[in-house]
């Protein structure tokens, strides 16, 4: 049985490298394109003036990011209650505390339980803090037998043991290469998770997760312009930054988003759509994440909304093989997080991601943080290997593939250091 599975992994691996492959890798094949201008009103007037960027041009661009790409988050849709369900002043042998929160929609006789698990430092009063989502469920990100397991829908990977889209203890853990949370401690920052198919579960299906709460009478699926997938996650995170407000141990002045690959472009529209993300960073998050689409390099927008159907809204599938249409290009989801601090990582190996295009977005969106008097990335050429940028925008490249290293943590928290505490 286990043979079996390992052998329909394989095979599901080598469809989707041979899916890949018919995409474009070579640098001089990416076409020529005119990206928009993020200091141009519609109207065609240059912004020269923060106050025009604010008041004019940002709610701009946010409109079609909201209208044309993600889809609208529902106003007014809130968590009805927070409470803390578990908690322990002695975990990791004193380095950290440790509380769960369960987060709970109600309307309509629906419910939507959402679990965060916050590891804090023992030795910070009010703790800086970085939030991010998991892929697998709270019990993978570390060795704790305390974290509770979600009932909700998980997708099946048979080498953590998962078959039935449900979790068992067989997983507990599994994830820990991705979260160095003692080195995170050990910085003097707390980290919070959640287990990103409580929000929403990450399949084609709008009859489950947060979606049904915002249906009108009768609705079954979001309208075209209405939310997909990524910016349920987005409205998970601003519902997580509630929480944080009314903690006391934690300072939600300090709270940098995270998020690696889907969850990548899920932190970067989160950056955009609350702004007391004071940090926001994305790790190799490609496609719909920092890179540029017109590039089409590697994942393209058509591949994207075939292959995952229920990320973005209706209205993005019309820019399918159709990049140079589409009225916004993701240097302006960068911009949109100006003139707060945006960190974008890349991998050598996760060309599929297309590293180039993340790093040009931050580049392209500089002049926007220029006009707050801020550094963004302003040389065109990418800096080499592990020379990591920490301007206002960084920037770093690594050896390696699509994955979240200690190496991109101690980036991180290195910019967090840098740009939240002057150090
Ligand atoms: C891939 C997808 C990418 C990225 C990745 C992930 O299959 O094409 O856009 O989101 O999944 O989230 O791991």
New binding site residues.
Partial sequence: MKHFFTFLTCLFLAV?LQAQNEFNYDESKVPQFTLPNPLVLSGGKKVKSVKVWEKKRRPEIFRLFEEQVYGKIPAGLKMTSFKVVEQSDHVFNGLARRKQVEMVLQKDGRELLVYLLIYLPQTVEKAPLFVGYNFYGNHTIADDAEIMLTQSWVANNPSFGIINNQITEQSRGVRTNRWPVKMILESGYGLATMYYGDVDPDRNNFSDGVHPFAYLYGQTQPRANEWGAISAWAWGLTQAMDYFETDPDIDASKVAVMG????G?ASLWAGAVDQRFAVVISNN?????AALSRRRFG?TVQ??NT??PHWFCTNFKAYNDNENNLPVDQHELIALIAPRPVYIASAEQDR??DPKGEYLSGHYASPVYQLYGMEGLPSADMPPLHQPIMNRIGYHIREGV?DVTDYDWQQFIRFADKHLFGK
């Fill in positions: 989707q690696h690959s889907r969850l472009k998050s490609g496609c719909g994440g994942e591949r994207i292959a995952f599929w991601a699509h």
